[in-house]
Structure formats: structure tokens, C-alpha cells
């Protein structure tokens, strides 16, 4: 089966730290990705991960463990602009992307 | 670069209409998609096309068809529109390289009103 799980909101304040959870069930896999998704536009992507570990890129890390079938995202010195939505999605072995239904992040000064 | 273009922006079609949602990429990606986007739901692959002259079924292919005569262009047709395809569609296109992390680059989407 597939299934992408994420919360569906979270809260946080400005220059505080986030961390966004997926876990994933997947028959095959192809990596893990994140993108982000500001209202009314479209999706663009963050990270990718396909081995366990830490990918770090400037204030946003990914985060990924195969075995437990869990991805997180990290975000560091929270802006206001980083108030979005945050997408999980993990390629099958299709090489298609099962999508999570996003976790809408909400920055409060 | 315009990357990848959809039209149009937004439409209202009444229901039983058809309607073509037009899609071009100037990247030169042998992969294409159409999603659609629902309040609540992840976002749903609707087909596919894996190269130019191929196309494939995704997770929810009934009332849509595409076509892929080219490597740039992919629309999306709903012979006979309803109300439960009232929808933002994205279409996004990927290098299909056979490696991994093949991101996938997204339209701007078309917001879609069946009445």
C-alpha cells in the first residue's frame, strides 16, 4: 500500500525552529521529497533524500531513516515568508511521487 | 526561461462542457504530469506521460484524457465536464534521467469551476 502521513498545521514564532514530521508506506522506494507550497501558487522543491541522514541546505534540513519510514524537515531561524504549506512526497518505484496532503506552517511574529 | 506555462489562469465552465487545459515546457523534460489539487488532499496524479508519443493512467484517470504528440506540450481534456472536477490542476514536468532525484518542476495551475 501507500500512505504519506504529516500533521496538518503547525504553529511556530519568528527565528524559532520547526520541525516537520511524514512518515511514509510505500511498496518500492525512490527517495523523499519536500516542497513547499505558498498559497495560491505552485509546489517548488526543497530536498530530496534517498539515503538515512541529515541533508542540510542553508536554514532548511531533511532528514531520513528507511528503516522507520520517516522523513522530517527542519527549518531554522523562521522568517515570515516561511509561512506556507509543506508537502512529503515519496517516489515509488515507478519513479511517480505519492504525496502527502501537506502541513500548513503558520509564523507568528 | 518560462519553464513551464499552463492556460488558462482560471476558468468557469458549465457542466457537460468540454474543455482542453493546455500545458508547455521549454525544458526539454521526457516526463510529464497532471495533478490535481483538493482542500485536504494531496495532490493526485491524474496521467502521466513518461516521453513524448506515451502516456499512462495515474491515481484518478476517469472523465480526463492527454495526449503527448511532442516532448513540450501535454494538455489535459475533460470530454464532459462535473461538478466533482471542480479542482486547481498543476502540471509538471521532470528529467527522467533513470537516476535518482528526478524533481519534478510545477506550472503555475489552472483553477477549474465545473457548475
Known amino acids: 500500500g501507500q500512505n504519506i502521513d504529516q500533521p496538518t498545521e503547525m504553529t511556530a514564532t519568528e527565528g524559532a525552529i520547526v520541525q516537520i514530521n511524514c512518515t511514509y508506506q510505500t511498496s518500492g522506494f525512490n527517495g523523499l521529497f519536500w516542497y513547499q507550497q505558498h498559497a495560491g501558487e505552485a509546489p517548488t522543491f526543497l530536498s530530496y533524500n534517498v539515503l538515512d541522514g541529515l541533508e542540510e541546505k542553508g536554514r532548511f534540513s531533511s532528514f531520513l531513516s528507511r528503516s522507520k519510514g520517516y522523513s522530517y524537515l527542519l527549518l531554522k531561524e523562521l522568517q515570515m515568508k516561511d509561512s506556507a504549506s509543506y508537502l512529503c512526497a515519496d517516489m515509488d518505484s515507478n519513479y511517480q511521487l505519492i504525496w502527502g496532503a501537506g502541513t500548513k506552517l503558520i509564523i507568528k511574529p | 526561461t518560462a519553464g513551464i506555462t499552463q492556460a488558462p489562469t482560471s476558468q468557469i465552465l458549465a457542466a457537460g462542457r468540454s474543455m482542453t487545459l493546455r500545458c508547455t515546457q521549454d525544458?526539454?523534460?521526457?516526463?510529464m504530469y497532471w495533478y490535481r489539487q483538493d482542500l485536504g488532499l494531496g495532490l493526485r496524479l491524474i496521467h502521466y506521460s513518461n516521453t513524448a508519443g506515451t502516456t499512462g493512467k495515474g491515481e484518478v484517470p476517469d472523465g480526463y484524457s492527454v495526449s503527448r504528440a511532442n516532448t513540450d506540450d501535454f494538455p489535459l481534456t475533460l470530454a464532459s465536464a462535473v461538478p466533482s472536477q471542480t479542482s486547481v490542476y498543476f502540471c509538471a514536468s521532470s528529467d527522467r534521467s533513470g537516476e535518482g532525484g528526478n524533481e519534478q518542476f510545477f506550472g503555475p495551475g489552472t483553477r477549474l469551476t465545473v457548475l
Open positions: 525544458m526539454r523534460h521526457n516526463a
